[in-house]
């Protein structure tokens, strides 16, 4: 955790505990921090789980173990490791998770493969073994801590803890889902990573669960961007330990299904945001609405050029209505886009329509929206019915300080 | 042009006239400033055209008509306006830019066709008639200027003047290339845009001179990129007045074809590392090698996407050899890349060989190479035979103050 807390940053909210799921915190001691740095969570005999993993090819021996155990559908535990990504660290770095991952087993008396390991942190510096194990001994007979204990101990340079929570009513039951997730602080060489769990006692199967969160992943944390660089990472764990004792849900046909669902995608959304809005370097929280696409997806792809153009979010930091830089950011994204259709506005308030910057437009109202710290971008490419929406800040000196001023 | 130059600039060479090629320089007065803002360069009759043009579909209506003209391969003449790009502008746009043409052709006796017009600046507000209309009469009585007052009239917030010069023998004559180019400087609202001119008095044929062009293209102006973002306005236009009186070249099976066009490849190379060494905010002039790819075409994407990564490019900012910020960026690339046969170096150096951290890497000599202004990224994916190398600088709080601690 940084000292300086973000200006877009909220309070912690009361996360319920969740049957089933028993958090604890230790010190590795992975970097020199005064402070925890793993963080063990037991999960109750029965655990469902789901999971999303970065796409970068680069990805960490983490990702591609939890990868494959995600699809076994079972957990008995999450471990967490902060201060070291144990990224591109070859044999070493996985036999340092495999470590992990027999210690935990042994002592919960599981298969290896039911125990999910996440690291964060500095890249290329293979997971130190004895540290690690040292680490889990004390976790595993240490008492339960609380959501944001758990949520400050798998931070790096986040600048506050994030956490989330839902419920839904599924057959009857209130089913609870609580959230934590940590990201887009860094500071060199560390390198972000976005690692977000949700804790749920409702009963569901492995399949379900993962399309519940795979549906939601995808209008949620693939709809945020900081700077655009894909983290070697990046983790989202569901796990539902069934306690709730609602009718396990299957599909979309069982009762409380859909509420179940939007809750998962209520939870997701609101980390997102949360890591959005603890960005580096973040001053506004920016949401980018296209609508009039051919589709969807170009809708979004459309949506994503215009929140990683380095130009639209130093215009929107220096709170000036630069909708040219929208323009030429619609125009680069590579999607079917007509200069003589396009409108662009701030705030809900048009700059240009169809092509022409509006004869009566008055900039007073727009800089007003400009000046606070929620900002909208509205692109209306008048083509089709293709809508999305994504997130991002906007690009500060704050980025440059935090990633260009100190020295590894 | 700006105040501060950038401590990457070169001072401005001596670029020899070319024969048929007669440049000018007025005042049209488009923004307020205190110097020419319109040049007026007079091509002999019988001038080969060729050109490239931004893929920016929201792209300006200068953009459009040159295209269109380009491919009938003629030119009289060509006018720049500075301080207004009249990039979506609609209707009205277009009918400045025609009312030049018209004007000049009317003047010259030649086709409107035969007139080439770019226009760089602020984006939205349409290019004034009687600014324009008063600006061409005036720059079509003016002397003759010299290229380094042309090619300070054709920048914007440039901070330094470009040009670049080479030769080349054909058929026993010497035929000489002078280009100038403008781009990168930018100050809110204005849209940096890369303008380029090359000029030659070798006799080729319209659609040989394109193939140059285009090849060139290829493996410089495409292979820069100073912060992703693609203009609305970039064009790069060559002219021959065939004055030289070498045997006209038709195809590379002429002789001299090679050297003419590695000539015009030279210069192209020249005019874009120019445009990097203005880039906004630039401390160091950074080239990305990346071999070992599965194809050119492969290595070039790898290539942009560590050169685009605001994480590798403020590492480079802060000296900091954070190779793990470059495996990153080649993972989130989307080409082909194998962990665990990835080497990244910088300035020769090896620091990870193989998807490993080098057991002896000495950082002292990196980290020599890291404080210098010419910096090398060295990264072979260990796939295959196809290479790339791109030019970018780096990120600093010099670009943001440009793009955002200014309002429009």
């Known amino acids: 955790m940084s000292d300086a807390v973000s200006p877009l940053a909220t309070p912690f909210p009361d996360l319920p505990p969740i049957a089933g799921v028993t958090p604890c915190v230790a010190r590795a001691g992975y970097k020199n921090w005064g402070r925890c740095d793993l963080?063990?969570?037991?999960?109750?005999?029965?655990?469902?789980?789901?999971?999303?993993?970065?796409?970068?090819?680069?990805?960490?021996?983490?990702?591609?173990?939890?990868?494959?155990?995600?699809?076994?559908?079972?957990?008995?535990?999450?471990?967490?490791?902060?201060?070291?990504?144990?990224?591109?660290?070859?044999?070493?770095?996985?036999?340092?998770?495999?470590?992990?991952?027999?210690?935990?087993?042994?002592?919960?008396?599981?298969?290896?493969?039911?125990?999910?390991v996440s690291s964060t942190g500095v890249i290329g510096v293979p997971l130190p073994k004895d540290k690690a194990r040292e680490g889990v001994t004390a976790a595993l007979t240490a008492s339960v801590c609380t959501w944001e204990e758990a949520a400050r101990t798998i931070s790096t340079t986040d600048t506050f803890p994030k956490g989330a929570t839902a419920t839904a009513m599924v057959g009857g039951t209130k089913v609870t889902i609580a959230g934590i997730i940590k990201g887009s602080g860094m500071i060199a060489p560390d390198m972000a990573t976005m690692l977000g769990?949700?804790?749920?006692?409702?009963?569901?199967?492995?399949?379900?669960?993962?399309?519940?969160?795979?549906?939601?992943?995808?209008?949620?944390?693939s709809c945020i961007t900081v700077d655009s660089d894909t983290s070697t990472s990046d983790?989202?764990?569901?796990?539902?330990?069934?306690?709730?004792?609602?009718?396990?849900?299957?599909?979309?046909?069982?009762?409380?299904?859909?509420?179940?669902?939007?809750a998962i995608h209520d939870v997701c959304r609101q980390l997102a945001h949360l890591v959005v809005r603890d960005g580096e370097g973040a001053s506004k929280f920016i949401a980018v609405t296209v609508t009039g696409a051919v589709s969807d997806e170009s809708a979004h792809r459309v949506g994503l050029a215009i929140a990683n153009s380095p130009l639209v979010k130093t215009a929107i930091a220096g709170e000036d209505a630069n909708w040219g830089r929208v323009v030429m950011a619609v125009g680069?994204?590579?999607?079917?886009?007509n200069r003589?259709?396009?409108?662009?506005?701030?705030?809900?308030?048009w700059a240009a329509r169809d092509g022409l910057p509006l004869a009566d437009y008055d900039e007073?109202?727009?800089?007003?929206?400009?000046?606070?710290?929620?900002?909208?971008?509205?692109?209306?490419?008048?083509?089709?019915?293709?809508r999305a929406q994504v997130w991002t800040c906007d690009l500060t000196h704050g980025y440059i300080s935090i990633n260009a001023d100190y020295r590894s």
Chains 1, 2 share one sequence.
């Open 39 to 116: 963080t063990y969570v037991e999960l109750a005999a029965g655990t469902a789980v789901a999971g999303v993993f970065t796409r970068n090819v680069c990805c960490s021996s983490e990702v591609e173990i939890g990868r494959d155990n995600v699809a076994l559908g079972k957990a008995r535990a999450l471990v967490v490791n902060a201060g070291n990504s144990n990224a591109f660290t070859g044999y070493r770095g996985r036999e340092a998770v495999e470590q992990i991952m027999d210690q935990v087993a042994g002592h919960l008396g599981c298969a290896r493969e039911e125990v999910f």
């Open 197 to 221: 769990y949700l804790f749920t006692d409702a009963a569901v199967s492995p399949a379900f669960l993962q399309e519940c969160l795979s549906r939601a992943n995808t209008r949620t944390f």
């Open 235 to 262: 983790t989202v764990l569901a796990f539902a330990t069934g306690q709730a004792g609602n009718p396990a849900l299957t599909s979309y046909d069982d009762p409380g299904a859909d509420a179940f669902a939007a």
């Open 332 to 337: 680069k994204a590579g999607e079917p886009a």
């Open 340 to 349: 003589d259709t396009l409108s662009i506005g701030f705030g809900g308030i």
């Open 364 to 386: 007073a109202p727009v800089a007003a929206h400009l000046k606070g710290q929620d900002i909208s971008v509205e692109v209306d490419l008048g083509l089709g019915e293709g």
